[in-house]
């Protein structure tokens, strides 16, 4: 059974609600993460709610990083979706944590584009 892609999402909670309103600062980080763990960044699109919060997406060669921020409740929702198996979304946990100060974290990794080999394509 192959999977097309990995798709992780982690939430982090108790952040510093100032870095969570910060899209010059946020934009940075998730590309710094992206290419921390090895994928190839292409571009990026964050918007500013008002009076606060986030929402942003770097797209990356692998698919993409996204992010979501509630500054009034010190937490960020962030999907990492990469494709194939060069890149593992799970090392992006930690330095992003770190990144926002998240005192707690916690994630589920999806495998997505589940491929089940027929038993004719298995035999050519």
């Known amino acids: ?17 100032v870095l969570l309103n910060d899209m010059d600062y946020l934009r940075e980080a998730l590309a710094d993460v992206a290419r921390l763990i090895g994928a190839t960044v292409i571009k990026d699109s ?19 990083i996204s992010i979501h921020t509630w500054p009034e409740h010190s937490f960020a929702a962030v999907d990492i979706f990469t494709c194939g198996e060069v890149i593992e979304p799970a090392k992006a946990v930690k330095p992003l944590a770190e990144r926002l100060k998240a005192k707690s974290t916690s994630f589920i990794e999806l495998k997505r584009g589940v491929l089940i080999e027929s038993p004719a394509a298995a035999g050519r």
């Open 1 to 17: 059974m192959a999977a097309l892609g990995k798709h992780l999402l982690l939430e982090l909670k108790d952040c510093d609600a």
């Open 46 to 64: 964050f918007y500013q709610f008002s009076p606060q919060g986030i929402s942003g997406v770097v797209i990356i060669a692998e698919s993409h």
